[in-house]
């Protein structure tokens, strides 16, 4: 770790201004990819802004029918939150699953969302759900949001302030666990919503997408066989020491058959 | 003898040393400090194979807070430029171990990624790490050797210019002619090309070292991970010339060490040099990265083995062709554990009347190989136990009837192998009978009709294997006992615990003789005041031997006490009587306690034993449940049936074995050490791409004990510590390739990993099919 400077702001107000002026500053929330990549000597920031105990981005609440939840809002709190449990149980399930509890305990659906690590969970459910990204500055729609890996719509200085997630019919989140890392080797999110069926798939590809023919196929026939039948092109997924991309694409379809088999069976 | 000889009252005397470890109040390597030190930070080389051209240390220099940077130069000009490597034994054709210098830090040429090239030290970590990036270091690249049958083709390009063609030692045991003459009459022969895979040893503490020089009388302290003072002393000292009596080795607690912190490290040597050189102390402490890159690894051979078998199924001979990768330096243990191990049980648990085994040593640009829990025992007998599993599919033969049909039988033992080796006592049928019948072996087609009714693959899988444990480098352990004026004991040993709870272990042994509470002894396992010899804590030797010695001297207390409480009470020291800490005498009242004793006068002694080798043997038993969909197996049932003699605290055994059938889990299903082939990066070098079993991976192990007591070790103990590693990875990929055999599969090499199942699985169905 290089030696760098501590902030912390005490309204959103600052940390906006303090980013503005400091370009090389960066913002530190849970911490949970930033710090290690400190660790690493991967990353030079000219000071960290500690953004984690600000109250506008806490909290978690059902406005006008949509599911809220504060950038800063850690993982665990995702994951026994009744608001949560109540609305987007899949999503409750999803945080529950995010790395080991010390992860859950400091990581926060903002850092991993802004941050769109390709094989975070997060941006599966924030896509499939057809979310909006609320940041500092705008409303981001989550099909505009995700860009690619580690990449997505923010611009400098930006900070994602929370997520408005529309209650769907029904959802569900299965995840292949990365034996190593713990991180989503695949996971696909299926979304039965107002706008229609949305399936997203994080870690198998460069970033989170939707794979339409399984929507298409979903949106004729809700059930198994829908999926069982289709293949997932293995082309343009990731392939390393851990899996190659035809065993990637495997994974797809056999866990959003699974997710299909757990709505259909409900 | 009683299987519960150590327990008192039946209770499980529960680890004395816990409390202290759980409540983060051990003392690591990097948790001591010392007035003044300076910080150590390694430039490592990031490049398999080349040449150093030139190191420019002059910006680096300036850069405030540093107080010297060291380079290979430096270890030669120190003369730090070859550890100790263990390999005092001829080989094939009397051939001499070809042993590469390896300076301190790489001199001239690095050959493996994370050699360290420089250290830098300064007034805070921080410093010297800021300052090492300063350090311009020209390479020129040298062709990169890592697949260990390619380093040793002709033509290969070579690492060391004193061993050719990579092969710094060959090596042969066996009846090369006798075992030809059996395979030409046999009426099947079975073969399989196994690798048992390089793997990061891991423990949960990273390397750490704090070393101090004292120029008044050229002595050193280092504070440093250890398995055993005095194998860390002889090490450096062979290193360093430094003589043993001026290195003064401390640890308190060790965090793991599974024979990968049994070595001196090159690191250590370089800080001697800094510490000399500054004349202030110096901290190193490794990254986990630093540790996967230049910690010894694990594992590493490629074995081709041949099973002959007569029409009855009986084993005529075997023969095998054994590589084993030590990395770009041959490490102190690597070569001689990885050799004379297999060697000793070759035989394995059968009689076999026609052995022969031919290995060859090769040197790659990885990080060197050295000992890893069981350190070429579960090496040996995951090849047998693989080769008569696959035997017993092809012959269509039961695998643990075949197993039984060619076990060495009760009456046999002493055994004396062919080759060479005397196993001191088992009961083979008996441990495998219990086996069978704590695995429900004959109800396992039941469960494998309810696995395919979900579309699973289901597999049993068997392993039966003995090992060599204890022995040592040392002629004798010694352990010396001494009363204090509060009457507790403390009892020193070299043996150095890294969890096997030699606290607590050692302490039941004398205070079982002694008839006093445990916690009344005190285990000190790091001195240097008293000179003691003694074996470091490895190759499962510690309880056989130093932990025996505790009994022997606690007897040996007891009888000098009864002469000094004689001389104390003013009678024959015939006429003294001792039990629960008290020396009486032949009328009521006349008695002197042990504290009483120490008041008046010293009393310690020193006892001391030499045990040989003893041979735990079990059978274990695996059943695995595979999801085809995604390759993904699950342990369905573990059962153990071990002997490992008479059993001193069952709670530590049942840990021991809980952790080496996870650790032989880990290597099975998913634990890799991967170097790119072409650039001879670790591809696997942190905890987001190795790894690591976790808990959740095994089922409640259902365990036994079937104890022989051991005929060499006066309280018939066998040491265990690394059996389980040595069972269970037969076990497990016996089961695995059991559950995939009917899709045309007989033999997969480790790791088995979700990938790989489903692409194999997915492969041969498809190919049905079509």
Wanted: charged share 20%; proline share 5%; hydrophobic share 40%.
């Amino acid at each position: 770790m290089y030696s760098f400077n501590y902030v912390k702001p005490g309204s959103l107000k600052e940390v906006n201004d303090f980013l503005a002026s400091n370009p090389e500053a960066r913002p530190l929330a849970g911490g949970m990819t930033l710090i290690p990549t400190l660790k690493a000597r991967l990353a030079q920031p000219s000071h960290l802004v500690d953004i984690s105990a600000l109250e506008e981005l806490k909290g978690i609440e059902v406005r006008n029918g949509a599911l809220v939840i504060g950038a800063g809002t850690t993982h665990a709190e995702v994951a026994r939150s009744t608001h949560v449990r109540d609305a987007i149980p899949a999503l409750a399930e999803l945080a529950f699953h995010i790395g080991d509890p010390a992860v859950r305990n400091c990581g926060t659906i903002g850092g991993s969302v802004a941050n769109n690590d390709p094989a975070a969970d997060y941006p599966a459910g924030v896509l499939a759900l057809g979310a909006t990204v609320v940041t500092n500055r705008r409303e981001i729609a989550a099909d505009d949001f995700f860009q690619g890996m580690f990449t997505t719509a923010l611009e400098p200085g930006e900070l994602v302030v929370r997520i408005s997630f529309p209650k769907p019919r029904r959802a569900a989140y299965e995840k292949f666990a990365h034996p190593a890392s713990g991180y989503a080797m695949t996971g696909v999110f299926v979304a039965q919503t107002n706008g229609g069926i949305r399936v997203a798939v994080t870690g198998a590809g460069p970033g989170v997408f939707r794979w339409s023919e399984a929507e298409a196929a979903l949106a004729k026939a809700f059930n198994v066989a829908a999926v069982a039948s289709l293949t997932m092109p293995a082309a343009d997924l990731n392939e390393d020491i851990h899996g190659s991309r035809e065993y990637r694409a495997n994974l797809v379809r056999v866990l959003t058959k699974r997710a299909v088999a757990r709505l259909a069976g409900r | 003898m009683g299987d519960h000889l150590f327990e008192v009252d039946g209770v499980h005397v529960s680890r004395l040393e816990d409390l202290r470890l759980i409540t983060g109040a051990g003392t690591y390597a990097a948790d001591w400090n010392l007035p003044g030190q300076l910080h150590a930070h390694f430039v490592r080389s990031d490049r398999a194979h080349a040449k150093i051209v030139s190191i420019d240390t002059t910006a680096a220099l300036k850069y405030p807070g540093v107080a010297g940077i060291y380079t290979g130069e430096d270890a030669v000009r120190a003369g730090y430029v070859r550890g100790v490597t263990f390999l005092n034994f001829k080989g094939k054709n009397d051939m001499e171990g070809r042993i590469p210098e390896r300076p301190a830090m790489a001199h001239g040429r690095v050959r493996f990624v994370g050699e360290p090239v420089a250290l830098v030290v300064a007034d805070s970590a921080l410093a010297a790490q800021d300052a090492s990036e300063l350090i311009r270091i020209d390479y020129r690249d040298l062709p990169v050797v890592i697949d260990p049958e390619a380093a040793v083709r002709p033509g290969t390009a070579q690492l060391h210019e004193s061993v050719p063609e990579n092969t710094p030692f060959e090596y042969e045991a066996g009846d090369k002619a006798a075992t030809e003459a059996a395979f030409a009459k046999a009426a099947h022969v079975t073969k399989l090309k196994m690798e048992s895979t390089r793997v990061v040893p891991n423990p949960l503490e990273p390397r750490a070292c704090l070393i101090a020089h004292d120029p008044k009388n050229e002595s050193y302290t280092v504070h440093v991970c250890i398995q055993g003072m005095n194998m860390m002393k002889r090490q450096l000292s062979a290193y360093t010339k430094v003589p043993e009596d001026k290195l003064n080795v401390i640890a308190r607690d060790v965090g793991g060490g599974f024979g990968q912190r049994s070595t001196a490290y090159p690191e250590y040597c370089a800080v001697m040099i800094a510490a000399k050189a500054t004349g202030r102390p110096v901290k190193w402490v490794s990254s986990r990265t630093e540790g996967f890159l230049s910690d010894t690894h694990g594992r590493g051979n490629i074995i081709e083995g041949e099973l002959a078998l007569d029409k009855d199924g009986r084993f005529l001979a075997m023969r095998l062709n054994w590589l084993a990768d030590m990395g770009a330096y041959l490490s102190p243990a690597g070569p001689v554990s990885h050799i004379r191990n297999p060697t000793t049980c070759l035989t394995g648990v059968y009689k076999i009347p026609a052995l022969y085994g031919y290995w060859r040593l090769a040197v790659t640009n990885t990080a060197p190989i050295a000992a890893y829990r069981g350190a070429g025992r579960p090496d040996i007998a995951y090849a047998i136990e693989r080769l008569v599993s696959n035997a017993a599919a092809e012959l269509g033969i039961d695998a643990a009837e075949l197993r039984s049909r060619n076990f060495i039988q009760p009456e046999d033992f002493p055994y004396k192998t062919p080759t060479g080796t005397t196993y001191d006592n088992a009961d083979l049928p008996g441990v495998l009978a219990k086996a069978l019948e704590l695995a429900d072996w004959k109800g396992y087609t039941q469960r494998l009709s309810a696995t395919e009714k979900t579309g699973k693959l289901r597999g049993i899988g068997i392993s039966t294997v003995i090992e060599n444990t204890g022995a040592g480098m040392y002629p004798k352990d010694e352990v010396e006992l001494e009363v204090g004026k509060d009457g507790v004991v403390t009892l020193y040993t070299v043996a150095k615990s890294q969890g096997q709870g030699h606290e607590t272990t050692f302490a039941m042994m004398a205070a079982k003789v002694l008839e006093i509470p445990a916690e009344r002894i005190k285990v000190v396992q790091n001195f240097n005041d008293r000179a003691l010899i003694g074996n470091h804590t490895g190759g499962s030797r510690s309880m056989v031997g130093a932990g025996t010695v505790c009994h022997i001297a606690a007897e040996k207390l007891v009888q000098h006490g009864k002469s000094l409480a004689a001389e104390a009470l003013g009678i024959e020291p015939s006429q003294v009587s001792y039990g629960a800490g008290e020396f009486r005498g032949p009328e009521s009242g006349m008695k002197i306690t042990l504290a009483e004793l120490a008041q008046k006068r010293e009393v310690k002694i020193k006892g001391e034993g030499t045990f040989g080798t003893t041979y735990p043997n079990g059978c274990h038993i695996a059943e695995v449940e595979i999801d085809p969909e995604t390759g993904v197996t699950d342990i369905a049932r573990y059962m153990t049936v071990d002997d490992c003699g008479v059993v001193v605290n069952h709670a530590i055994v049942e840990g021991q074995m809980h952790g080496a059938v996870a650790q032989g889990a880990g290597q099975v299903f998913g634990e890799h050490a991967i170097y790119d082939k072409e650039s001879g990066q670790l591809m696997t070098a942190t905890f987001s791409d190795y790894f690591m079993p976790r808990a959740g991976m095994l089922p409640d192990i259902v365990m036994a004990e079937h104890a022989t007591a051991s005929r060499i070790n006066p309280l018939g103990i066998k040491g265990m510590g690394e059996s389980g590693c040595t069972a269970s990875l037969g076990a497990l990929v016996n089961a695995v390739i059991d559950a995939v055999r009917p899709l045309g599969i007989h033999h997969l090499d480790m790791p088995l990993t979700p990938a790989k199942l489903w692409t194999e699985i997915s492969a041969k169905r498809g190919t049905a099919r079509a």
